[in-house]
């Protein structure tokens, strides 16, 4: 309890905040200092990186991930590995910002998820849901000395809400204008909308899960190149096809898209089952790998717009992208395409677009220590806010 009162006495905190996502491409880190909390949260990014996992790490986690693979002997190792690559990342972080381990405060880690059950099933006579990310902080505990934040989802999942999307609620501190309506977008492996109303409180922000980022674009690279590329660097392959308005009839005809928020989705939806069947569409309609990935990369962006155009209650003024999809130029130019609102970077207001998960977590640890709400319940359709995360001390 004394780390905690230590932490409640001082006016700035160094805290680092640690992503893996569901692209499983690498732990994200990001060091930051955050002084207040609530409305009054002001966060500086000292420094920020992205440790790729190796072939075998990332192939253990898709494999996990498909709910088809791993029992308890192997669930309990992965949690210790993705514990280590955790510490690996804080200690990154912290080499890199030229700033020692022992003077961080705070550590918030969002572990890997593996499965996302937010609508009850039939399971054990009960009717069940869940969620499950592993990551185990007690290893960035012994070598940091201080508490670590871990586990958001579950807080929110436990008071009726999808456990997702989380990064809204920070989102709202940092983002939000009195006289501007803003859209943000990330893109990930999934593609996360939030939209703040121009001088909206809390309640009044929305945000879902529109549909895959990159993670169908990244299966398809995979898949065509036999594993030697993981995604489509630079937007370089899609943007040598064109794409098929017959197959992306077929790709909007998805159920999730017609869904009415709140609603969340990942990798045990457009996973590889999901992938399977695009692919043989795309044999059926006689496209090539480019013009496939063309048709995937034109899909997310439609999604985006289906989003704002059929579930958003206020129409953005402008959008900003965040996350890896924003360095895809040929994805940037579809986005563009399609909506008539202006489209940024987060670059173009002074933040990090890959460092934005991260930043996020290291804002929900820094509430979380501090007693402070940090779910949305308009966004994830929770009963009651709730103030998520586990503390290891």
Request: charged share 20%; hydrophobic share 40%.
């Amino acid at each position: 309890m004394r780390q905690l009162q230590n932490l409640w006495e001082k006016d700035t905190l160094r805290v680092i905040g640690l992503m893996s996502g569901t692209s499983a491409d690498g732990m994200d880190a990001a060091l930051t200092e955050i002084t207040g909390f609530g409305p009054s949260t002001r966060v500086k990014t000292l420094a920020f990186v992205s440790l790729p996992y190796d072939r075998e790490v990332r192939e253990i986690i898709l494999r996990l991930a498909s709910g088809q693979a791993g029992g308890s002997r192997e669930m309990c190792l992965f949690s210790f590995l993705m514990g280590q690559l955790s510490l690996e990342a804080c200690l990154a972080v912290c080499e890199k910002a030229g700033v020692a381990p022992e003077t961080v405060d705070l550590v918030g880690s969002h572990g890997q998820t593996l499965w996302h059950i937010p609508v009850a099933e039939a399971y054990g006579g009960r009717q069940v849901r869940g969620t499950l990310q592993l990551g185990e902080p007690s290893l960035i505990c012994e070598k940091f000395g201080c508490p670590v934040v871990s586990d958001f989802r579950v807080r929110d999942m436990a008071a009726g809400g999808q456990g997702a999307p989380l990064v809204p609620y920070v989102e709202y501190l940092l983002y939000r204008k009195d006289s501007q309506t803003v859209g943000l977008q990330n893109i990930g492996g999934i593609g996360n909308l939030t939209v703040l109303p121009r001088g909206g409180a809390p309640e009044d922000t929305f945000a879902f899960d529109t549909g895959p980022g990159n993670m169908v674009m990244d299966q398809i690279v995979e898949r065509v190149t036999q594993g030697r590329l993981r995604y489509d660097e630079n937007g370089a392959m899609a943007a040598q096809g064109q794409y098929s308005e017959r197959l992306l009839s077929w790709l909007l005809q998805d159920p999730y898209l017609k869904k009415a928020p709140p609603k969340s989705t990942g990798r045990e939806y457009y996973g590889k089952e999901y992938v399977d069947a695009l692919m043989a569409r795309a044999r059926q309609e006689g496209l090539s790998d480019a013009d496939t990935l063309a048709t995937a990369c034109r899909f997310t962006a439609e999604c985006i717009r289906v989003a704002i155009e059929e579930h958003s209650a206020s129409r953005p003024d402008y959008l900003v992208i965040g996350g890896g999809g924003s360095r895809n130029p040929t994805l940037m130019r579809d986005i563009r395409r399609v909506l008539s609102i202006p489209v940024l970077v987060n670059e173009d207001l002074g933040f990090d677009s890959e460092a934005k998960e991260a930043v996020a977590f290291a804002v929900l640890a820094n509430e979380c220590v501090h007693g402070s709400a940090n779910n949305m319940p308009s966004v994830t359709g929770a009963a009651h806010p709730v103030v998520m995360g586990k503390i290891s001390i």
